[in-house]
């Protein structure tokens, strides 16, 4: 079983509000990722870190900001939703090491902006 | 580019059934490739992996798959299906020299009593 977290599981909020989904590992993992997934479509990546202090943006654009002052957390904020942010965020983690490349998938946070 | 396409969006089999989901990549190079798999509600768990050598690869869960270089192919196979494997279906691919993963849209695997 994968050690990582995430809260809310499910959110809904109206438009213009602050939201933070929150990621936690207890793996040690130094490279951290999110994900957005919409139904019925493949997984694009947002953001990702390296480690402490490192963050990245994905393929994707996204609004969102990630921070990374723990190697165990790596929130995504939201300053102001919108319904187009409505998706499904999972977030990820992997061990250093090219040969590896396993992510382990939290069970992810379903964001409903009205 | 760089992309994972799995051509069937819906497949729905008998419990007892074999079962083959496919996976085609577009690479410069081999990618490094991994099925997952995603229940309802849940996140996606590795069922499998490919790095290099022996081109089939052992899986949990009872899953198998063959990479295929010529066909750049990735598929994914189980001689006899469960109720329980009812779930989505995603292939996913990196560079040798990345960490990042590129999904595939993923198939979603009915099964019937």
């Known amino acids: 079983e994968a050690d990582i977290y995430q809260t809310p599981r499910y959110l809904v909020i109206g438009t213009g509000k602050k939201i933070t989904l929150e990621c936690s590992q207890t793996?040690?993992?130094?490279?951290m990722y999110w994900y957005q997934q919409d139904p019925g479509m493949e997984l694009h990546l947002i953001h990702y870190?390296?480690?402490?202090?490192?963050?990245e943006k994905g393929d994707l654009s996204s609004e969102s900001t990630v921070s990374r002052i723990r190697t165990e957390h790596f929130p995504l904020t939201l300053e102001s939703a919108r319904p187009s942010h409505t998706s499904q965020y999972l977030c990820?983690?992997?061990?250093?090491?090219?040969?590896?490349?396993?992510?382990?998938f939290g069970e992810g946070s379903r964001l409903t902006v009205l | 580019a760089q992309s994972v396409t799995q051509p069937d969006i819906h497949i729905t089999v008998s419990e007892g059934a074999s079962l083959e989901l496919r996976c085609n990549y577009s690479?410069?190079?081999?990618?490094?490739l991994f099925w997952y798999v995603q229940s309802p509600g849940q996140g996606l768990q590795l069922l499998l992996k490919?790095?290099?050598?022996?081109?089939l690869v052992q899986g949990i869960k009872g899953f198998e798959a063959e990479f295929k270089r010529s066909q750049s192919s990735f598929n994914l196979r189980k001689p006899s299906v469960h109720w329980s494997d009812a779930a989505e279906y995603f292939c996913?691919?990196?560079?040798?020299?990345?960490?990042?993963?590129?999904f595939g849209s993923g198939t979603r695997l009915l099964v019937r009593p």
């Open positions: 990820a983690s992997s061990l250093t090491g090219l040969n590896t490349g396993e992510l382990f």
């Open positions: 793996m040690g993992h130094d490279k």
């Open positions: 870190s390296y480690g402490v202090n490192s963050t």
């Open positions: 996913a691919a990196r560079g040798d020299s990345s960490y990042k993963l590129i």
């Open positions: 490919y790095f290099s050598g022996d081109t």
């Open positions: 690479y410069g190079a081999t990618p490094y």
